[in-house]
């Protein structure tokens, strides 16, 4: 929508010509998830995909499955409690609801998803528990 500053931008393929992108932006001190999709001739107007009154998105992550769907995934902290890792599916020509993936009230970090084939994806991120840092997926 052109207010706030943009970065992390990730692009996919979708297949048949088409992709999607997807950025982080903030506005007003805090970030926000925007997605567009082009489909082999242009692009469509950038939705917000994820609202959130936090100073902190990291790890964007944005993968395909080749047959026109993807996901996204992304660590983010809300108000004043730890970052959470956050999924975003695309399917069907639309974004789904975001999904929060790792344990509420515990420190999360180095989010990554891949997708294999028959459009099964995996996370994988870190997440503090009890003090000592463990891989969860």
Known sequence: DGAGDVGAPR???LGAGGALAI????QFGYFHVYGNRFN???W???DRLHENNSPSLF???LVS???GGAIALWNQGIDSAPPLVHTLRYAG???Q???TVSEPGENSANAHVAMNANGQAMAVWREERNGAWQLWA
């Open 59 to 61: 790890n964007l992550n």
């Open 97 to 99: 609801a975001v999904e």
């Open 11 to 13: 692009v996919a393929a």
């Open 40 to 42: 082999g001739t242009g």
């Open 23 to 26: 950025w982080e932006q903030s």
């Open 65 to 67: 499955d080749g047959s």
């Open 44 to 46: 469509s107007t950038a």
């Open 93 to 95: 020509g639309t974004w």
